[in-house]
């Protein structure tokens, strides 16, 4: 276990000061910048292939984890079928109503990974992904005492699966990770959350899912009854533990309020570690993704974060306060600050990046880009204030996918702009149910999603 201590940015980063919105037990307070305005100058980093989201030479699209690759970023850069001139024509090629409001989506391998919750259904499918022909079910038993996680997303790791689930008991409900044969959909490790005097846990921070780094599964569990974060790397295709990073007591959220999993990037993986900054503000460390150790820290004066993303050398994160929140791009390897900017923002938000843009949805306000190296705002759409809050956003082919960013009462499926301009160029019909938690992915000419049901949208004759 790695022993944690408090480490302060060499590059002395000035401390935000906002309001407290949401309070666990620790207090900040101070005045927000004007909305939507760059707060600081930032240095233009070239972008490399890495930054772009992809390997070099990878030429095979898969979108194996949440947010296509492990800094989540949520952007596709081989998309080419779907663009800004055909995307209106996209139609339901098949869907699946035996999985009710799915919670997470990955692809690999012509094959489509589901995660379903809280339904009759709930587990992990595999389906044939041009066919939507059901492969296998594992029962890794996602209906239970979950608390608020109901966004589980897997992520595949050679030919493990790699997925939340519990222990299934009434009694003492237990949560961790499993690891499932890609192959067969058989049960091959599983990992839980301790026990705390006999009780149960929710394990799972807020439904931090499994992220990938390439080598291991990188996650954080609470250890005990709500009681310690701890950030945990794992074994896939064991389920050993490789490093753990002790939480911190009585700080059971951690102050990540996002349900995505934790972002790596540049070696470092991003994570909130808990109300222990000045003040008893949110910490924020990037820590060496090989062996825990701490590679940099981020004081933060705010107990919560929102989301946290990565390219291949900047992590991206949001932090709320008040009416404002504020976007925060830190150099991945060494923790300088690049840049902030303010955003107008009053409900959970979320992000996407690509090689250009950082594109940021608020379920109150609308839909944000910035300039993804200096934070200059480039275009808002706030003409539709009915994006799902902490809802979802994905980014190909100069699309930027929402879910409910075009309808009434967070119930479309999709809602597609234009990356450059922001224009709302297609919608789909509504959901009378409403949709769903899940990320849309877009593969191949095809965006598997929500429909309320799961959905693949195609163009005719695909």
Same mark, same amino acid.
């Given at each position: 276990?790695?022993?944690?201590?408090?480490?302060?940015?060499?590059?002395?980063?000035?401390?935000?000061?906002?309001?407290?919105?949401?309070?666990?037990?620790?207090?900040?307070?101070?005045?927000?910048?004007?909305?939507?305005?760059?707060?600081?100058?930032?240095?233009?980093?070239?972008?490399?292939?890495?930054?772009?989201?992809?390997?070099?030479?990878?030429?095979? =699209?898969?979108?194996?984890?949440?947010?296509?690759?492990?800094?989540?970023?949520?952007?596709?850069?081989?998309?080419?079928?779907?663009?800004?001139?055909?995307?209106?024509?996209?139609?339901?090629?098949?869907?699946?109503?035996?999985?009710?409001?799915?919670?997470?989506?990955?692809?690999?391998?012509?094959?489509?990974?589901?995660?379903?919750?809280?339904?009759?259904?709930?587990?992990?499918?595999?389906?044939?992904?041009?066919?939507?022909?059901?492969?296998?079910?594992?029962?890794?038993?996602?209906?239970?005492?979950?608390?608020?996680?109901?966004?589980?997303?897997?992520?595949?790791?050679?030919?493990?699966?790699?997925?939340?689930?519990?222990?299934?008991?009434?009694?003492?409900?237990?949560?961790?990770?499993?690891?499932?044969?890609?192959?067969?959909?058989?049960? =091959?490790?599983?990992?839980?959350?301790?026990?705390?005097?006999?009780?149960?846990?929710?394990?799972?921070?807020?439904?931090?899912?499994?992220?990938?780094?390439?080598?291991?599964?990188?996650?954080?569990?609470?250890?005990?009854?709500?009681?310690?974060?701890?950030?945990?790397?794992?074994?896939?295709?064991?389920?050993?533990?490789?490093?753990?990073?002790?939480?911190?007591?009585?700080?059971?959220?951690?102050?990540?309020?996002?349900?995505?999993?934790?972002?790596?990037?540049?070696?470092?993986?991003?994570?909130?570690?808990?109300?222990?900054?000045?003040?008893?503000?949110?910490?924020?460390?990037?820590?060496?993704?090989?062996?825990?150790?701490?590679?940099?820290?981020?004081?933060?004066?705010?107990?919560?974060?929102?989301?946290?993303?990565?390219?291949?050398?900047?992590?991206?994160?949001?932090?709320?306060?008040?009416?404002?929140?504020?976007?925060?791009?830190?150099?991945?390897?060494?923790?300088?600050?690049?840049?902030?900017?303010?955003?107008?923002?009053?409900?959970?938000?979320?992000?996407?990046?690509?090689?250009?843009?950082?594109?940021?949805?608020?379920?109150?306000?609308?839909?944000?880009?910035?300039?993804?190296?200096?934070?200059?705002?480039?275009?808002?759409?706030?003409?539709?204030?009915?994006?799902? =809050?902490?809802?979802?956003?994905?980014?190909?082919?100069?699309?930027?996918?929402?879910?409910?960013?075009?309808?009434?009462?967070?119930?479309?499926?999709?809602?597609?702009?234009?990356?450059?301009?922001?224009?709302?160029?297609?919608?789909?019909?509504?959901?009378?149910?409403?949709?769903?938690?899940?990320?849309?992915?877009?593969?191949?000419?095809?965006?598997?999603?929500?429909?309320?049901?799961?959905?693949?949208?195609?163009?005719?004759?695909?």
């Amino acid at each position: 276990m790695v022993m944690r201590g408090i480490r302060k940015i060499a590059s002395a980063i000035a401390l935000l000061g906002f309001p407290v919105l949401f309070a666990s037990g620790c207090a900040a307070s101070g005045t927000a910048g004007s909305p939507f305005t760059p707060i600081s100058p930032a240095a233009n980093l070239p972008v490399s292939p890495e930054a772009r989201g992809v390997a070099p030479n990878a030429k095979t =699209v898969e979108w194996p984890q949440f947010g296509y690759n492990r800094g989540h970023s949520a952007y596709n850069p081989l998309e080419t079928t779907i663009g800004t001139n055909n995307v209106s024509k996209l139609k339901i090629g098949w869907n699946d109503s035996s999985i009710i409001q799915p919670s997470g989506i990955v692809y690999d391998k012509n094959l489509l990974y589901v995660n379903d919750m809280g339904q009759t259904n709930a587990g992990l499918y595999a389906f044939n992904a041009a066919t939507g022909a059901q492969k296998w079910f594992a029962n890794v038993n996602l209906n239970g005492g979950w608390g608020s996680f109901n966004r589980s997303v897997s992520a595949v790791a050679g030919n493990m699966v790699v997925t939340p689930c519990s222990n299934g008991s009434t009694t003492q409900f237990l949560t961790g990770l499993c690891g499932v044969n890609a192959t067969n959909g058989k049960v =091959v490790w599983k990992t839980y959350c301790t026990l705390y005097q006999g009780s149960g846990c929710e394990g799972l921070i807020n439904g931090t899912s499994p992220a990938y780094d390439g080598k291991n599964v990188i996650v954080q569990i609470t250890q005990g009854v709500n009681e310690q974060p701890d950030t945990e790397a794992f074994n896939p295709k064991t389920g050993a533990s490789v490093w753990d990073v002790a939480g911190i007591y009585h700080c059971p959220d951690a102050g990540l309020g996002s349900g995505a999993p934790l972002p790596v990037a540049g070696g470092n993986v991003l994570a909130v570690l808990g109300c222990q900054g000045t003040s008893g503000g949110t910490e924020i460390c990037a820590l060496n993704a090989a062996s825990g150790s701490q590679a940099w820290c981020y004081q933060s004066p705010n107990v919560y974060v929102q989301s946290m993303i990565a390219d291949a050398t900047k992590f991206y994160v949001i932090v709320p306060g008040g009416s404002t929140s504020t976007v925060i791009a830190f150099n991945a390897k060494s923790g300088a600050q690049i840049w902030k900017a303010s955003i107008p923002a009053q409900n959970g938000s979320v992000m996407a990046v690509d090689p250009n843009r950082l594109y940021v949805e608020n379920g109150a306000n609308g839909l944000y880009a910035l300039k993804a190296s200096t934070g200059k705002p480039v275009w808002s759409y706030t003409a539709n204030g009915n994006m799902i =809050v902490g809802g979802s956003i994905s980014v190909a082919n100069d699309i930027v996918y929402t879910n409910g960013g075009g309808g009434n009462n967070d119930n479309v499926a999709i809602a597609a702009f234009n990356s450059k301009s922001g224009k709302l160029i297609y919608s789909t019909s509504s959901v009378s149910n409403g949709s769903a938690p899940a990320t849309g992915i877009i593969v191949n000419g095809t965006v598997y999603t929500g429909c309320y049901t799961l959905c693949a949208f195609t163009l005719p004759g695909k």
